[in-house]
């Protein structure tokens, strides 16, 4: 029997939500659910402990999009288990001081009303995991935002697919998804092995090569070995987001480092298995080769706090020439703020930006053309989403560029 030859089986609650007895909000969350696991072939949903929704930004989801989840909210729909939000298109709170328009500010505020009246914890973060929304290992999740999903799966050992907006909105007011790819247990073995034989350096090293092996291993599961690096979680973070964004990586593990890597033989037989040697290939491919740079972005993904201090340390007493915009979750930016950390580095001329990013945020209506950031993701998306030019490079490089407005002519990797 070929997988979509499976019957998806309802219990008698699930069946009554379809049929449109708890209200039409809700059965049409159940339409969507119930048609992925048809899709994909599915036997059964299983509950969600938590949600990340996506589709947050009005620069992406238009009046289309808003009217869609305005009309979501009066159908009576309302999530019933923990739910957050990806990046909205701004900063909530310090939006005009940072110089977006009256008129985007409004067109997003009402986006993030509609999911206030959906139920939603209003934390605009693709870091959730780092503010509250902390799935444990084994449980089963539905989030969107790749780099999220990436992590939940790989260093939280939660189980999740790579959700869409809807999707995972779906989720939240069901409580459950299909119980298919990532949720089982056989899908989630290593399918391609990765030995990492060059050295890592940096936060950019590991972008770097994120990079190189999404392009490499697409939506297969990968095993990395790395013979003189042991990453540490934002490390983690950062190179996740790049193979979920190059690639469609949704799990991986790190021999001796995640969870599942740790507790037992995460390799399938039979494995292919790739060396990387050089780092090259992933910063010829990310690093522009301008020299002025009009703005920095670092904190993609959303800033740790200790990051924050790494950033507050290296440019302490100094003054930045081009625009630096650091972006954290707002939980992030409050703990920073509590310790001092926002007002030691606001003084050199950054900023902390809480709720948004650079990919998201609508870049358009600022004058910058060219940005530096240590992002592998960030320097992927941003020619094509914000239409700005990218030096990609380590945290150093990129704060010298900030203090100079021009970028420091020595290449990494
Ligand atoms: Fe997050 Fe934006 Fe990067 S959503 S992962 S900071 S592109």
Redesign the pocket.
Known sequence: MSRTDNVLHLSEEEKAMLAGETGPGVAKAMEIVVALGQIYGATELTSVTSVQVSGVSYKNLGDAGLAFLEEWAAQGAIVRVPTTL??AGMDLSGWRELGFSEAFARRQQAVIAAYGALGITLTC???PYLVGNVPKLGQHIAWA????VSYANSVLGARTNREGGPSALAAAIVGRIASYGLHLEENRQATIVIDVRCPIRSEADLGALGYMVGRMVANRVPYLRFHDARPGYDALKTLG?AMA?SGAVALYHVEGVTPEARAGNMIRHGAEVIAVDSLLPGYEALDGDMDQIDIVSL????ASLEELRTVGEAIDGRRVKAALWI?TARGTRDAAEAEGLLARIEATGGRIVAD?????APMAEFAYRTMATN?A??AF?TPSHSGLAVRFGPLEQCLEAAVTGIWPSRRAG
């Open positions: 990806n990046p973060t693709c870091t935002e790749s780099s999220a987001a964004a904190g993609c993904p959303h972006t948004t990013c650079m990919v998201v992002s993701k960030m998306y």
